[in-house]
């Protein structure tokens, strides 16, 4: 466990809010000190909260009822001035809303036949170039990328071969997007293969099998050229993957850790530190970690050929919040140690991380 000192970051729970729902996601809202909270109601309709953090306590601003369970969403595909929310619902439904208005989604496709397990966008926020597209995995099996400029159909669809098994797509994420030409989707499945799709050249670029489920992917930055990559399982381990240098058989070098005995839900780096970072997990904990880069990132084989080199993980903190596992994690884009959870005990929780600039 982590070494308490002086100087290690604190994870300082600000404040707690109880609510009457199932919360699946939550989200800071960009430039503000508000958050969203998305899920599900006892009836079975879709919620999203939208609270105003006032010193220590939480002031709901609005509540805005769908007639299906929200499973996830991002501010990711769109700009700051419009600020567009995209969900993902039980129901297989892509949805982007005007949270100013939000009666009528902006854009709406049944993009999906089974639920929309993950969501993330890339091209607004001033993240990434391009177009503002946002990527979707159900657990129909499929991944799709969507441009809402163009309606109905995805601009790229990632799905099983002929003859090759469906299997149930848990996360999704978006990086390399450091042109307007480049970008890739990263996707984990429910059997541990993560699949990394080029959708420059629309073709599968790389696959390994963690032998896990997979729950969260995440580059440690989706606007610059590849840099890490984690993924979180469903048994406690997590996966770092030092995505710069491509072996032509090896593919990427990593380094596993095992983080505890339950299901890490989730990884989300620190915005403003790309080697810091946080994970969820099944026990009601968070942790918080630095990757340290080895002395040379690569090396050449016997072959000649470059090969990437792992780093290595130390853990900065950990503290217990729950009793039922924290399912979603988001920091502040805007102030730093600033961060928000939500677990299965139906309670959002701010958190603020101090240290983190003695790191």
């Not at 109601?41 to 010193?55: F, K």
């Not at 657990?139 to 099983?160: F, I, L, S």
């Not at 730093?336 to 701010?350: E, H, M, N, S, W």
Request: net charge neutral.
């Amino acid at each position: 466990s982590a070494a308490a000192g002086p100087e290690r970051p604190q994870l300082v729970s600000h404040v707690q809010q109880a609510l009457s729902y199932t919360l699946f996601d939550c989200k800071w809202v960009p430039r503000s000190a508000r958050l969203l909270c998305l899920g599900s109601a006892a009836r079975g309709t879709g919620l999203i909260q939208l609270y105003e953090l006032h010193g220590a306590r939480l002031e709901l601003l609005r509540e805005i009822e769908k007639p299906k369970p929200i499973k996830c969403g991002t501010f990711g595909a769109t700009s700051l001035q419009q600020r567009y929310l995209a969900t993902g619902d039980f129901d297989g439904n892509l949805n982007i809303w005007n949270l100013e208005a939000p009666e009528i989604p902006v854009y709406s496709v049944k993009g999906h036949k089974e639920i929309i397990n993950s969501i993330d966008g890339v091209g607004g926020l001033g993240v990434g170039e391009g177009a503002p597209e946002i990527v979707t995995g159900s657990r129909d099996g499929t991944v799709k990328v969507w441009d809402p400029r163009q309606k109905d159909t995805p601009v790229a669809n990632m799905e099983p071969v002929q003859g090759e098994s469906k299997r149930d797509c848990w996360t999704v994420a978006f990086g390399n997007a450091y042109n307007q030409e480049e970008r890739v989707v990263c996707a984990g499945y429910d059997n541990g293969d993560i699949k990394l799709f080029d959708l420059k050249t629309m073709s599968l670029r790389w696959e390994t099998n963690i032998k896990n489920g997979v729950c969260s992917v995440e580059f440690d930055r989706k606007d610059i050229n590849m840099n890490k990559l984690v993924a979180t399982s469903l048994e406690g381990k997590f996966h770092v993957f030092d995505m710069r240098t491509q072996h032509p058989t090896k593919g990427f070098a990593s380094v596993s850790e095992k983080a505890q005995k339950s299901t890490i839900w989730q990884v989300r780096h620190l915005p403003q530190n790309r080697d810091i970072f946080m994970t969820s997990g099944g026990s009601g904990s968070l942790h918080l970690w630095k990757y340290e880069y080895p002395a040379q990132r690569s090396k050449k084989d016997s072959e000649g050929s470059e090969m990437g080199v792992a780093g290595s993980v130390s853990l900065l903190q950990n503290v217990t919040l729950s009793t039922q596992p924290i399912s979603s994690l988001d920091w502040s884009p805007d102030k730093k140690g600033l961060c928000v959870c939500g677990a299965f005990d139906q309670t959002v929780r701010v958190l603020i991380v101090t240290k983190l600039n003695k790191i």
